[in-house]
Each structure stands twice: as C-alpha cells, then as structure tokens.
C-alpha cells in the first residue's frame, strides 16, 4: 500500500489550508494553479499552473492521482464528465457539484425533497418576473444561476420599475426569483459525507455577513432552538446523502424564527467552506481534514466541538500592505487567538486571511468576538503605535 495522492483543482485559500492537513496524514497534495502566485501553490511541492477549464490542462494534472478535488465549484461540469469517462476518481461527482453550480438546479432539487425553499420561480424574462413579484410581492430577489458568488450576480428587486430595469440580466438566459426573505440571521450547516455513505454534521453556526462577504462566524449559534439546529442539520445531511455529495458541503441557511421549519436554504457549496474555517480550532476534526478523508472514502473524523464557543472572523485586505509588520503587535494583543494567514498580496476588499478563537469556561461571546476582531483589525490596518508598545510590553 502507498500512500495517496490527491489533486486540487484552484489554487486558492482553501486548497492551501487542506495542505497542513494532508501532510500530516501522509498524503501527498497537488495543486492545479491558476498561477505561479496564488495562494496554495507554495503550500505544496507539486502546483502546475494550468487553465481549469481546458480539458488538457485537466487531464494532464488528474495523471496518477488517486482522486480529484476542487477548491472552488467553477470546473465545467462536462470536462468533469469526460475525466470520469477516462476513469479519473472525481470528487463530488458533477451530478452532485451541479447543485453548487446552478441555483435553479438546486431549487428545484430541494423542492424534490420536500426542504424549505423561499418561494421561488424560474423567469424567462420581464414579464414573468413582474408576474412573480405580482403574485408573492415586492421586495424580491433575482439571481443569476450560475457563476455568482460573495454576492455578484444577486440583485434586489424592490418594485416593478426595478424589474423593468433588469432586462439586460435576461441576455444569458432564465434567471432565478426568490421571495425576499425576512431572516433573523444567517446560518450555515456544514457537513461531510464519503463516497461510501458514511456522513457527520458539526454544529449550525451563526454567520455574519458584511457587504455580501462573511465576515464573522460563531460556533455554534446562540440561542437557536434545539429543534431547528436538529431540522437544519438533518436537512444538509439529507441533501448530501440525496444529491450523492462527497467531501464537505455547507448549506447556507435563512433563519426564519416562527414561520415553517424556523429556516430556509440559500444555497449550497461543495468543498470547504468560509463558514467551516472555525473547526480549524474548534473541532477535533477540521473541515480541511475531513474533506480529505472524506474524498478517499475513509471514515471520517468525530466532528466535536472543542469549546463550548468558537469564534471566526475574516479579515480583508486594508490600509496596511506589509502585513508581518503588525503581526507581532497582533500576536502579543491576544496570545489565545489563532491567525492564519492565507499568503496573499494585500487589495482592499479580498480575503487575505482569518483568525480563530475559542473560548475559556464561561466567557461571553462578546468578549470572543472582541478578541478576534482586535487581532483581525490589527493585522489589516497596520498596529498604531500604542498597539506597538502596549501589546509588546502586557
Ligand atoms: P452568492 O452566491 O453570491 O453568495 P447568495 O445567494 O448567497 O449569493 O446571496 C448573497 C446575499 O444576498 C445573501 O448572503 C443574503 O444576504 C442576500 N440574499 C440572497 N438571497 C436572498 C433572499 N431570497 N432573501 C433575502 N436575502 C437574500
């Protein structure tokens, strides 16, 4: 017996975070890079640059792996096909991935099921979508089915002058309409299955989202009712298990206390997650191991939670270019909190990197969140020089 090998397709954050976690299983880790700079590719010893959807690049890079996995959902499903024709070990499978890929798709998925939809409605054109706003009412939302993401491609429909005014998004084809939902909060119910069947859920966490970003989350999320963490759990591991996903997915989720099942799906994605990168320390078994495990069909690892809080927040590039230059002003602010840096050039808005803090007995969210957001804040903005002196000095 050797010791696998597996690819990645995308270079980004996440490809590089499975890193650590493969070298510490033995595996070894490919990465297909968009280019020579990108987040993983010094992460591994093997990162070809090559175009993800060229069919040959593709090919070339799946030669003598054990399996094939994606650091994003963007890889044309129908090159995915013709690899597994060749007889590459994809995964998820692009019948499972098209759900991540094209919202339509996944709605009418999830209407299947018989799991909470917001009311929604695939439109051709003008006319259907003022037709839709007419019959459920105004605000609505229109989304483009595929290729959206952190919000590019979701447009807020407030009346019929709005929908009237959308008609250029109607050039690529139909688009997808949804009610409004009036949420609480948004949560995320992350989960892993194996090519085998074997599935675990961690605990629904709350997610904070900042100009369509996510900007911090809290695991798990207070105050939710037992019977609607249970129900959203249950959900995501019906939607693995139905659409046959493997690796880790997280369903995005509306809160919607008081009307159905207390929650609705926004969406779905098929690898590592924004909203998983708490179970980096706050869970035996981070969501970058898991999703190996998982991809290798081997059993996967107890998904407990370390504390009894474990609190996520991102940052993103700012003021600050040099960011090691605030990192010891960072690290002696909050010697508890965990950074992890994603060795990207700094521009203002990308995701450059988060950090993880878990609680001590009894400590208070707030106190958390304050913890991570000094330390984030520190980082992206460069340390004031009474950061400088007190975090060096306390
Ligand atoms: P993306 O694929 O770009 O992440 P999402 O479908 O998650 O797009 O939408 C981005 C954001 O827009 C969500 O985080 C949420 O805040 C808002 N949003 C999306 N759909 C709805 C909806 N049906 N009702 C209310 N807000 C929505």
């Excluded at 139905?242 to 779905?268: C, D, K, Q, R, S």
């Excluded at 590592?272 to 081997?298: C, K, Y």
Aim: proline share 5%.
């Amino acid at each position: 017996m050797t010791f696998p090998v597996i690819g990645v397709v995308g270079g980004g954050q996440l490809a590089r975070m499975m890193a650590p976690e493969a070298l510490n299983l033995g595996f070894e880790l490919r990465i297909l890079a968009e280019g020579p700079d990108v987040s993983a590719a010094r992460s591994v010893a093997t990162a070809p640059v090559g175009d993800y959807t060229d069919l040959m690049a593709l090919r070339e890079f799946a030669r003598g792996l054990d399996v094939l996995t994606f650091d994003h959902e963007h890889v044309p499903n129908a090159h995915l096909q013709t690899l597994i024709s060749e007889g590459v070990n994809v995964q998820p499978r692009p019948a499972a991935l098209i759900h991540a890929q094209d919202k339509l798709v996944m709605r009418r998925a999830i209407a299947e099921l018989g799991l909470p939809n917001p009311a929604w409605a695939e439109v051709h054109n003008v006319a259907e979508l003022l037709a839709f706003g007419e019959e459920i009412g105004w605000p609505i939302v229109l989304k483009t089915p595929r290729g959206g993401y952190d919000g590019k491609g979701v447009r807020m429909i407030d009346s019929p002058d709005d929908a009237r005014a959308a008609a250029d998004w109607f050039v690529n084809g139909s688009l997808l309409a949804e009610d409004k939902v009036n949420f609480t909060r948004e949560l995320s119910a992350l989960v892993a299955r194996t090519p085998s069947g074997e599935a675990k859920g961690w605990d629904v966490v709350h997610t904070i989202q900042v100009d369509g970003v996510c900007d911090e989350v809290i695991a798990p999320a207070k105050d939710l009712s037992e019977d609607v963490a249970a129900a959203a759990r249950s959900a995501a591991l019906q939607i693995a298990e139905a659409f046959g996903v493997t690796g880790v997915m997280a369903a995005e989720l509306f809160e919607t206390p008081g009307h159905g099942a207390g929650f609705v799906i926004n969406e779905l994605a098929m690898r590592p997650h924004n909203t998983g990168h708490w179970t980096m320390n706050g869970s035996i078994t981070s969501q970058f191991e898991q999703h190996l495990r998982a991809v290798l069909d081997l059993p996967l690892g107890a998904t407990d939670a370390l504390a009894e809080t474990t609190v996520m927040k991102n940052y993103l590039g700012g003021a600050n270019q040099n960011l090691f230059s605030a990192f010891a002003a960072a690290l002696a602010a909050e010697p508890r909190v965990k950074v992890h840096a994603y060795g990207k050039s700094v521009r203002p808005g990308r995701k450059i990197g988060h950090v993880n803090v878990v609680s001590e007995p009894g400590e208070s969210v707030d106190s958390l969140r304050a913890r991570a957001n000094t330390v984030a804040s520190i980082i992206r903005d460069g340390a004031p020089a009474t950061a400088i002196s007190e975090g060096l000095t306390s």
